[in-house]
């Protein structure tokens, strides 16, 4: 079983790839929609990371980051994807895949967590809905 503050820090990671994975693309969007998509989806990750860091402060632990490797390797993957097809079409299916991932990991991280506290529940929930709302809104760029 996982606990409650396992759970917190895969919600800032999850969140921190979020705003980490939209710095990367931004760079190559070139529709004004999906720059503004991209960029709301981007406030949104931050506030999750934001709220995980500082439930994790409350209960004297600190947040813990993605490791430095995982970082450079998913910033060189997304840059090499994002340099060959700049297309909104692309960047849209690249973020997809992230939020599918994201989804995914959070999915079975919640189910492995023995969760008491409604708070971080409810965190994990909005994480979830954030993924997934996210893969709804990107679908109109493809």
């Known amino acids: 079983m996982l606990t409650e ?36 989806q981007r406030t949104e990750y931050e506030k999750l990371q934001s709220s995980a860091d500082s439930m994790l402060h ?4 600190p947040s813990k980051g993605i490791s430095p490797v995982a970082r450079l ?8 994807k994002a340099m060959t097809d ?7 299916e690249m973020m997809i895949q992230g939020s599918t991932m994201g989804v995914t990991k959070s999915l079975r991280t ?5 969760l ?3 708070e971080v529940r409810a965190l994990a929930d909005k994480l979830l ?13 493809l």
């Open 86 to 92: 700049r297309s909104s079409t692309n960047i849209a």
């Open 58 to 61: 409350a209960r004297g632990e």
């Open 116 to 118: 008491h506290d409604g």
């Open 129 to 141: 809905h954030t993924e997934q709302s996210n893969i709804e809104e990107m679908k109109q760029f």
């Open 73 to 80: 390797s998913s910033e060189a993957m997304s840059t090499m």
């Open 5 to 40: 503050t396992q759970l917190l820090n895969h919600i800032y990671q999850t969140a921190q790839m979020g705003v980490e994975g939209i710095d990367t693309v931004l760079r190559y969007a070139k529709n004004p929609h999906l720059v503004d998509a991209l960029s709301a």
């Open 110 to 114: 919640i189910r492995d967590c023995d």
